[in-house]
């Protein structure tokens, strides 16, 4: 084995043919690096009058102004010393006086704080998801920040994001208001940002996982089959209503979301034959933007019927384009109109408190309401689960199991039809 011979020294030098030797005179401290049989020195930067320096502890003397600075700043540029000199022998490396002082000057990279590290996260996200889903990337990371610059903790490290952390910004987040699901989401957004760092070793932290707002199903809001067709013959006046209501009524046929609704282009629309079969089938082949899925969507006539409405208008696109907080706000109005009175039960978990408050359908109408509708109704008329995920583009064993509840509407009539106890 090896027998290292290495030490620091550090001196103040005065020369006897100095012309002026005064003890009070601030003079350059210099480090002498004995290694090996060899020596190299060079200025620390620092200057301490002899008056002031301990030559047996070879640093500044206690209560001399700024001294605990300086001598922390020479502990430190030891350290250094020993940790290049250390590093040379696991790197195998000659350890020269070039090698040490080269590495002496290097400048250490600063450290990244916490919030340094999330803000290079969300750079590597807005390239991967789309603009929406960085901008709730965002917004999370600022809820944090605000919790933690309200409990004075900035400074926050990967080994602080603990169960008890999390449960501190769980009640945080509730005296904000926010809801069991959106507090599920902010704290889904926090592990994924905590998993990132950790897969680029960053930290080696695994308790923040066991922390977690269960996500609460809530009842699902769709149209009955009876209140579509109220949609279908309402009379409306506005174009602008118009619109809106056959963008929801193609959510309804097809189950698309809006956001491929809007992107729908004339192109998209292929024929499709199948032998022995004399129909012609029309589908939408399309890439769902949310989860860029290429699926092929089979269209009702009912669907084929709303695109032939605007099969003239001008541009590339299968159907009117418009804002989709301008088409959720007009379709309340076309569904008061529709008279969509039939009440729906809202229910809004906070901590654990349920609130419960029903109101007429046509308050929660929306775009998303068409994608669901078309789930139960689908569902209820006897189309598979598994078909009718494949049209949508979801996951049967997890996103289906919102509708368990509702899309069976016939079971009363097939058990009372068939289960009789005489």
């Not at 008056?51 to 047996?56: F, L, P, S």
């Not at 006086?97 to 400048?107: M, V």
């Not at 965002?138 to 933690?148: D, G, I, L, R």
Request: net charge positive; aromatic share 10%.
């Amino acid at each position: 084995m090896r027998e290292i011979k290495k030490y620091v020294r550090y001196y103040i030098p005065i020369r006897s043919h100095w012309p002026d030797k005064s003890l009070e005179k601030p003079r350059p401290v210099v480090f002498f690096f004995n290694y090996d049989g060899k020596r190299i020195n060079s200025n620390t930067g620092v200057k301490i009058a002899p008056c002031n320096w301990d030559k047996k502890r070879q640093r500044v003397k206690l209560g001399v102004r700024r001294s605990g600075e300086v001598n922390r700043y020479l502990d430190l540029l030891e350290q250094k010393i020993n940790d290049i000199y250390y590093g040379g022998l696991s790197e195998d490396v000659e350890l020269t006086s070039t090698y040490i002082f080269e590495r002496l000057k290097r400048k250490k990279e600063p450290t990244k704080s916490f919030w340094d590290y999330y803000s290079d996260f969300l750079e590597t996200q807005k390239m991967v998801v789309k603009n929406s889903s960085y901008k709730t990337l965002v917004t999370s990371c600022n809820k944090f920040k605000e919790f933690c610059r309200s409990e004075d903790k900035l400074n926050i490290r990967f080994d602080d994001i603990n169960p008890a952390l999390l449960a501190h910004y769980t009640d945080f987040l509730l005296r904000k208001g926010n809801t069991n699901n959106t507090i599920h989401s902010q704290l889904k957004r926090i592990r994924r940002f905590m998993t990132h760092c950790k897969k680029l070793h960053l930290h080696k932290n695994d308790v923040y996982q066991e922390f977690n707002v269960p996500e609460k199903t809530s009842v699902v809001k769709f149209l009955e089959w009876s209140e579509v067709k109220q949609l279908m013959t309402v009379q409306l006046d506005s174009l602008t209503e118009q619109k809106a209501r056959d963008l929801l009524l193609f959510g309804c046929f097809t189950g698309m979301r809006y956001s491929d609704i809007k992107q729908l282009r004339k192109t998209d629309i292929k024929e499709h034959r199948f032998e022995g079969i004399e129909t012609i089938f029309h589908a939408a082949h399309i890439r769902q933007a949310k989860t860029s899925k290429d699926t092929i969507v089979p269209l009702l006539p009912e669907a084929v019927s709303i695109l032939k409405q605007y099969e003239n208008y001008p541009g590339e696109f299968a159907l009117p384009q418009m804002f989709l907080q301008k088409v959720n706000d007009a379709l309340k109005e076309v569904g008061k109109k529709a008279g969509l009175n039939s009440l729906q039960k809202i229910e809004i978990y906070k901590g654990s408190i349920t609130e419960t408050k029903y109101v007429e359908k046509w308050k929660v109408l929306s775009t998303h309401v068409g994608r669901r509708t078309f789930v139960t109704i689908s569902a209820t008329k006897g189309l598979p689960i598994n078909v009718v995920a494949s049209i949508t583009g979801q996951n049967p064993a997890t996103t289906m199991k919102h509708y368990l509840g509702v899309v069976n509407s016939d079971k009363f009539t097939e058990l009372t039809s068939k289960v009789k106890f005489d």
